[in-house]
């Protein structure tokens, strides 16, 4: 609130519609969305830089396409009480889920958007920061020797502009067709790793009007495993919110999906094994 007094916007009807890594606010009746990182700021630290890629990327892409979400006039990030603030179009979103082929076309119409995007970027910056993260609290066998696998092999992957985390639920489904939004993890790397989320089946993939590598597609599968394993062991750090329990069954299923990777590597899961240097994120 303090954010919209201080630009001159009419919020006296805010509305919290989301609040998990980051809280987002509806400041009725101004057409406009508040961001403000919270469980991130646990996560990987100092928002700002995060942030500021992500404005500014979403600004380039929304001159270019009309399937992102753009940021308001003023975006920021903004400072307010200690915390970093980013504002962003209002889009009313609609009832219903977005077909796989609108997934996909609307995925690619974004690539070809950022295609020529002159901001830098990390290579791979949510994977591999939150990996990273992972390997220098947890002794986790299965995360150490992934990631001894997963890592190096990623840092050699083809690099292009990507929205970074495109799962289906940072797509908006509105009466003027899917918006990309969350672009906080906007990177480079191959156009597969856009479509490893467990959310796209092989109706996404088909659709998507590109080339797609079978095989690197499917290590970023393994990576985008990596990376929810990362955060699960996080979770389950002493310095975490109080309340919050660590998911045992889904930590195994993980570990489990991981499998294939160490045994066709040969890797012993030893820890410490992680090439924790190499990250440049």
């Known amino acids: ?27 009725r009746p101004a057409p406009v969305l508040t961001r403000v990182v919270t469980r991130g ?21 929304a ?29 009313e979103v609609v009832p219903g889920t977005v077909a796989p082929q609108e997934v996909a076309l609307s995925l690619h119409a974004l690539h070809r958007a950022l295609a020529d995007c002159p901001v830098p970027l990390p290579p791979l910056a949510g994977p591999l920061a939150d990996v990273d993260a992972a390997l220098r609290v947890s002794d986790d066998p299965v995360l150490h020797g992934a990631a001894a696998v997963l890592l190096p092999r990623a840092l050699t992957w083809p690099r292009r502009p990507l929205h970074g985390d495109a799962h289906a639920g940072n797509l908006l489904p509105t009466a003027d067709g899917p918006r990309w939004t969350d672009l906080e993890d906007v990177c480079v790397g ?33 990576l985008r495993t990596l990376q929810v394993l ?40 030893r820890p410490g094994a992680g090439p924790q240097a190499s990250l440049g994120t």
């Open 41 to 61: 700021r646990v996560l990987r630290g100092d928002p700002r830089p995060w942030m500021e890629r992500e404005v500014a990327v979403a600004a380039y892409a």
């Open 190 to 222: 191959p156009v597969e790793w856009d479509l490893a989320s467990r959310t796209h089946d092989e109706r996404t993939r088909r659709a998507y009007p590109g080339h797609l590598d079978v095989t690197r597609l499917q290590e970023c599968r393994d």
């Open 230 to 269: 990362a955060a699960v062991l996080l979770d389950d750090q002493p310095d975490d919110q109080p309340g919050d329990q660590p998911d045992e069954g889904l930590r195994g299923r993980l570990e489990a999906d991981l499998a294939p990777v160490l045994a066709a590597a040969g890797a012993t899961g």
């Open 1 to 27: 609130m303090a954010c919209a007094r201080r630009l001159g916007l009419p919020a006296d009807d805010p509305v919290v519609v989301a609040d998990g890594y980051s809280v987002r606010v509806h400041l």
């Open 63 to 91: 001159r270019r396409t009309d399937v992102v979400v753009p940021p308001w006039h003023d975006p920021g990030p903004h400072e307010v009480d200690g915390l970093e603030v980013s504002l962003w179009s209002w889009v």
